[in-house]
């Protein structure tokens, strides 16, 4: 089963592997992500260089509307936008950068910090209990670990497509991954705060490539609510750019 069968152009319904971790009846927001990138991606045109994801509402497990437009176009550089709707709600609002491809001299970059370990670490921990997300991705840690504070280096691989009856592309396997550097390196215990992201940004100064990819994640938290994620993506090739994600952060009720 993949995490999105098709019901029409745009529209699709979202299985348990899109199943998020605060709440089963809300969607992580790795598939919307990567699921907002599949429908920029129909149209042909220049390479991605950031998707930028505005999560207004939680995003329920169940139908969804997937909208998209040209904002700003240009040979060179081009704007695009996305909106998710539910229940006729809009609940997610991105918008998309694509700059053309030309010959640069390229910069030194960040090596692949380690290869992907053997399977079996994380096995067992809240990222393979009870939601459909930590499921549907294969973890590899190769730093921290899910069921410890601090930052963290982790690969993953999505375990199922993202739509059915097509086959997923490396952006679309980055996307769906980029938006766990909160989860893996949580500051706070998962048990007793929340530290829900309100968006994601996703920048790449390359095409990512494979179906491996890489977070090299860190997560601060102020002194007022609120906490930002910071993660350096990688394929297996080396660094592609990075994400970040801003955290609403608060106690976890006990009544």
């Not at 745009?10 to 927001?29: F, K, L, N």
């Not at 996305?82 to 090596?111: C, K, L």
């Not at 990222?127 to 991705?137: I, T």
């Not at 999505?158 to 059915?164: A, G, N, Q, S």
Request: charged letters at 20%; proline letters at 9%; a negative charge.
């Amino acid at each position: 089963m993949a995490m999105y069968v098709p019901l029409g152009p745009g529209c699709y319904r979202a299985t348990e592997h899109t199943q998020g971790p605060w709440d089963p009846r809300q969607q992580h927001m790795g598939p919307v992500t990567a699921l907002i990138a599949h429908e920029l991606d129909r149209a042909p045109g220049l390479p991605p260089a950031k998707l930028a994801v505005e999560i207004l509402a939680p995003v329920p497990v169940g139908d969804l509307e997937v909208r998209t437009e040209i904002i700003r176009d240009g040979r060179r550089v081009r704007c695009e936008g996305a909106t998710v709707t539910a229940g006729g709600r809009e609940v997610v609002r991105a918008t998309a950068w694509r700059i053309r491809e030309d010959a640069t001299p390229a910069t030194g970059v960040s090596p692949v910090p380690a290869p992907v370990p053997p399977p079996g670490q994380g096995d067992g921990s809240w990222l393979s209990r009870g939601f459909g997300y930590g499921r549907a991705v294969d973890w590899r840690f190769v730093k921290g670990g899910p069921d410890e504070t601090g930052p963290a280096l982790v690969w993953g691989r999505c375990r199922v497509p993202l739509v059915e009856g097509e086959e997923i592309t490396p952006l679309e396997r980055l996307a769906v991954f980029a938006d766990s550097g909160n989860g893996v390196s949580g500051a706070l215990d998962f048990e007793t705060h929340l530290f829900v992201n309100v968006d994601l940004t996703i920048s790449l100064f390359r095409a990512p490539a494979g179906e491996w990819f890489c977070l090299d994640a860190s997560t601060t938290i102020g002194p007022s609510g609120r906490g930002l994620t910071r993660s350096t993506l990688f394929d297996e090739d080396g660094e592609v750019g990075a994400a970040s994600q801003t955290l609403f952060v608060a106690p976890r009720s006990t009544g």
